[in-house]
């Protein structure tokens, strides 16, 4: 398992074993990998709820824990108090963040407009039509500006006026370079798992030790610092709880836009990338038609549109961003998953890419493409059931709308 980690196979490794073995499958002495919906209701809903493991503890910056690596229960729901109305319908859709991002979509679609062609890239595999296990390569220019894209949208409800502007250029852009060039995974294997070896790692690899992560702290300071900001604002919400301290409200910041960039990026990769193949130019068709009926300026709403929001249901399943299995330690007595009896302080953890494809039943041709399965009634709770891709229960994803 370590080695699948260290070389970025885990993902397809644990997914084989699934489609070997089933729903359940023990991955190591103490950890075990579940894929039904039964599963995925009693590890991350249920009351009493099952901790995160240390494996989050990787993601803090500088000790300071934020939302998403905060482990104990309390911690996590006083966090999540504090913060939560910034995630709320209205206040994502507030004019001034509306406003920001169709300006940045706007400036996206220049440079597209600019250039003569974009070419999108995905890798093929024997196994899976796409292997995603392996980085997906797109020219350089494409992958870096759905990053910027990403980066500019997330730093405008953070620390709206102070947002990024890295899709025209300059130092915000270079920023984005950075750390898209960065990879960051096999050093956070090996400090997981043999801490001792990181050092060594990271001096055999000096090419991959990242200034862009320098500079996006840096950046987050200085916004952070930078009044006064609009109302709505996490930066706003922050600044109220002066007990927290200036590193603490920089560290909760830089969590929401480490989770923001890649994420984002990466989905909007995916479904441009789908959308791209020649089999699926009716489907881009449909949707060009979906979207002449919307009308912002009358105040259409955009979660109505029923086949867009099929197709990013539909990218969602199969390309999830993100290669954490969620792993999370059994509470103390054991629990019973799936029939099976597991012992307390065990880790067990689901993946999306299994969970989105193991069950033809509910997923038909579950390697394809096709958003119309989200338009039939039929199935409907089933799939709902499976969805995975912000996690769920108490720690789901915040930024999901
Ligand atoms: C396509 C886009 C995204 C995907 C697929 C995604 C996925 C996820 C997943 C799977 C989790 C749960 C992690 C776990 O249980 O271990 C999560 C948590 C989180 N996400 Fe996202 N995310 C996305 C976008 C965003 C954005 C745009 C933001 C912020 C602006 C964000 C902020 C967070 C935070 C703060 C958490 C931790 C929540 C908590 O523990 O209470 N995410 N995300």
Not at 68 to 86: C, M, P, Q, S, Y
Not at 210 to 239: E, Q
Not at 294 to 323: C, F, H, K
Request: aromatic share 10%.
């Amino acid at each position: 398992m370590v080695y699948h980690d260290f070389i970025g196979t885990k993902r397809l490794w644990i997914h084989n074993l699934h489609l070997r073995y089933g729903c359940v499958v023990r991955l190591a002495p103490n950890e075990v990998s579940f894929a039904s919906a039964t599963a995925l209701k009693e590890i991350y809903t249920s009351a009493g709820g099952y901790a995160k493991t240390e494996l989050y503890s990787l993601f803090t910056k500088d000790d300071h824990r934020n939302l998403f690596t905060a482990l104990d229960k309390k911690e996590h729901n006083e966090k999540k108090k504090r913060l939560a109305d910034r995630y709320t319908n209205t206040a994502v859709l507030h004019p001034s963040i509306q406003t920001a991002l169709r300006e940045r979509a706007e400036a996206f679609a220049r440079v597209c407009g600019d250039s003569k062609s974009t070419d999108i890239y995905v890798r093929e595999s024997s196994t899976f039509r796409v292997f995603l296990s392996v980085r997906y390569i797109m020219t350089p220019s494409s992958q870096l500006y759905l990053h910027c894209y990403a980066l500019d949208c997330v730093s405008a409800m953070i620390f709206h006026p102070h947002g990024t502007k890295s899709i025209e250029g300059g130092s915000d852009h270079e920023m984005v370079r950075n750390l898209s060039y960065h990879d960051s995974r096999s050093a956070l294997v090996l400090r997981h798992y043999y801490p001792w070896l990181e050092g060594l790692y990271k001096f055999l690899t000096p090419e991959r030790s990242s200034k862009g992560g320098k500079f996006l702290v840096d950046y987050a300071r200085s916004a952070m610092r930078a009044t006064p900001h609009s109302d709505f604002t996490l930066a706003t919400r922050l600044l109220q709880h002066p007990e927290m301290g200036m590193a603490d409200m920089v560290s909760e910041c830089l969590d929401h836009i480490g989770a923001g960039i890649d994420t984002t990026g990466d989905a909007l990769c995916f479904l441009m990338w789908e959308l791209s193949q020649p089999h699926n130019a009716k489907r881009i068709q449909q949707l060009i038609d979906e979207l002449q009926t919307y009308d912002l300026e009358q105040g259409d709403r955009l979660d109505l549109l029923p086949y867009l929001n099929a197709v990013i249901d539909e990218t969602m399943r199969l390309w999830a961003p993100g290669t954490l299995p969620l792993p999370r330690y059994v509470p103390d007595g054991g629990r019973v998953i799936d029939g099976y009896y597991i012992p307390a302080h065990t880790i067990v953890s689901a993946q999306s890419f299994t969970v989105h494809r193991l069950d033809q039943m509910v997923f038909p041709e579950s390697d394809k493409f096709v958003p119309e399965r989200w338009l039939e009634d039929e199935g409907s709770i089933e799939r709902q059931r499976l969805i995975f891709a912000f996690g769920s229960g108490a720690r789901t994803c915040i930024g999901k709308l």
